[in-house]
């Protein structure tokens, strides 16, 4: 246990000293594969994409969970395994790259490729976003995908080891490519969705939470944080998005939500926070919050890891 949160604790490391992998990435690999399999055995059904869903995730999960045992008796190497790992399915400073890139285009006044680097960001189109728009959507990606891509896939380790790690990515990144209600995907992504949904529930939980408690780290107050969350966050389309963006609104002292263009479909998504609307800097801000609930969340997800299991504790 004690090798699974080492291992933990230096993947994070890793990955806020290295980013992610160059080439041959891990995650892109079993992207690849799980679209030539979409490709061979989709059809328009939800028993389909079930089973498309648990074979991939299934797959992957179970040959995590082998390298755990086989590695069981050798705690430098399931150390050195969980570290790299956590090294490839997290995505925090590829992250806050990424909307460090949109902030320093919009600081020079460029916002043609403030808009198109946003699309590494966000699906939504950003062709007639202002200043004030791209940094809503920048800051709106930072929390969300802080939970997704940092919170989650440590509490995932924390509690399934090199299993729980693969598996919840191949989940999440299922939920990428095929979760969304495009027409082709309504019925055959529909598993791929609610299963990230489900895995997602507690991390963006404790995403929402570790926001509120840091706020001040970013001028902000963890009260305001907490009252955006418990009142804006139901508001939201996401059941998981809503309570990390709702925090980071508060905990940032602005306003989220508005008008969103993907494509020709359009939404309205009613506002969490009561602060001004968001400017460049507060993607800076957003950054900042976002590295200390990752860095928390490390922590927390080691704690849970180092726990003795309740058959070792009977042992002893």
Do not use: C, K
Not at 10 to 36: E, K, M, N, S
Not at 38 to 57: H, K, N, Q, S
Not at 108 to 126: I, K, Y
Not at 169 to 187: C, E, K, Y
């Amino acid at each position: 246990m004690r090798a699974r949160a080492a291992g933990l604790v230096l993947g994070f490391a890793a990955d806020r000293l290295l980013g992610d992998p160059a080439r041959h990435h891990p995650v892109a690999i079993f992207g690849q594969a799980a679209g030539t399999v979409e490709r061979a055995v989709w059809a328009d059904d939800r028993p389909t994409g079930v089973a498309y869903t648990a074979v991939l995730v299934g797959g992957t999960g179970v040959t995590g969970l082998a390298v755990d045992r086989l590695t069981r008796e050798h705690p430098l190497v399931r150390t050195f395994a969980t570290a790299v790992t956590t090294w490839a399915v997290l995505g925090g400073r590829s992250l806050g790259r990424e909307a460090a890139l949109v902030h320093g285009h919009l600081d020079r006044g460029d916002l043609p490729a403030a808009r198109e680097q946003l699309t590494h960001l966000v699906g939504r189109d950003p062709s007639r976003l202002d200043a004030g728009e791209i940094s809503r959507a920048t800051v709106e990606s930072v929390a969300e995908n802080t939970s997704d891509a940092v919170v989650a896939p440590l509490l995932a380790g924390a509690v399934g080891g090199i299993g729980g790690l693969v598996a919840y990515r191949a989940a999440n990144t299922l939920d990428a490519m095929v979760g969304h209600r495009s027409a082709r995907h309504l019925r055959f992504g529909w598993a791929s969705a609610r299963l990230d949904d489900l895995l997602n529930l507690a991390p963006a939980r404790l995403s929402a939470l570790l926001g509120a408690a840091l706020a001040p780290l970013v001028g902000g107050r963890p009260g305001d944080a907490f009252s955006a969350w418990t009142r804006d966050a139901h508001r939201h389309p996401s059941p998981n998005a809503g309570p990390v963006e709702a925090s980071f609104a508060g905990a940032l002292g602005i306003r989220l939500g508005g008008t969103n263009v993907y494509g020709d479909r359009v939404e309205h998504r009613a506002e969490m926070g009561d602060g001004r609307p968001a400017r460049p800097d507060d993607i800076q801000r957003a950054v900042r919050l976002a590295d200390a609930v990752g860095l928390a969340s490390t922590l927390v997800s080691a704690g849970i890891a180092a726990r003795p299991s309740r058959a070792r504790r009977r042992a002893r």
